[in-house]
């Protein structure tokens, strides 16, 4: 019975975000149904989560088994290992996308002006710093399994 209700929720997550951007870009796009499909999109997965929740919390208290314990132990460590790796990952790209508008606006200024560099530096520093946060963040998850 939780199989089938965990599938059934990830295909209703699934199609939450498929079918509204669905309509959205097989007919003329413009800002209503942008619009519209974002909040459909909204509240189908606002809704989901709702409902999830009520499903996971509604049910009574099972008591784990020696087995069961052992493999909800080996989910934690797996899901920490993931969440370390999205933490990476996401606050990467983040940083990414900082340095690349902040170097290049950097470099158009100090082409105009060059005593502005060290200031240009530290911007462009602050957004390296976005990585480093999210790295450690990664190993602060990773230091409790």
């Known amino acids: 019975m ?3 209700i965990t ?9 939450s975000f498929i079918l509204p951007w669905t309509y959205f ?3 003329e796009r413009s800002a ?10 909204c509240l189908s997965f606002f809704g989901l989560l709702l409902v999830a929740a009520v499903a996971m919390f509604s049910g009574s208290t099972a008591v784990f088994a020696e087995g069961e314990t052992a493999a909800a132990s080996g989910l ?4 920490a290992y993931v969440s370390a790796a999205v933490v990476t990952g996401m606050s990467c790209i983040g940083g990414g996308l900082a340095v690349a508008s902040a170097a290049s606006a950097a470099l158009g ?3 105009e ?4 560099l060290g200031k240009s530096l530290i ?7 976005v990585c480093l946060y999210g790295l450690i963040i990664s190993f602060m998850i990773l230091g409790k399994v």
């Open 7 to 15: 599938v059934t929720m990830l295909a209703a997550l699934i199609l």
């Open 113 to 116: 002006d060059s005593s502005i």
């Open 2 to 4: 939780n199989t089938w």
């Open 76 to 79: 934690a460590t797996g899901l």
């Open 123 to 129: 911007f462009v520093g602050l957004a390296e710093g």
């Open 109 to 111: 200024a100090i082409s």
């Open 32 to 41: 209503k149904r942008y619009k519209r499909s974002l909040a459909v999109n």
């Open 25 to 27: 870009l097989r007919g």
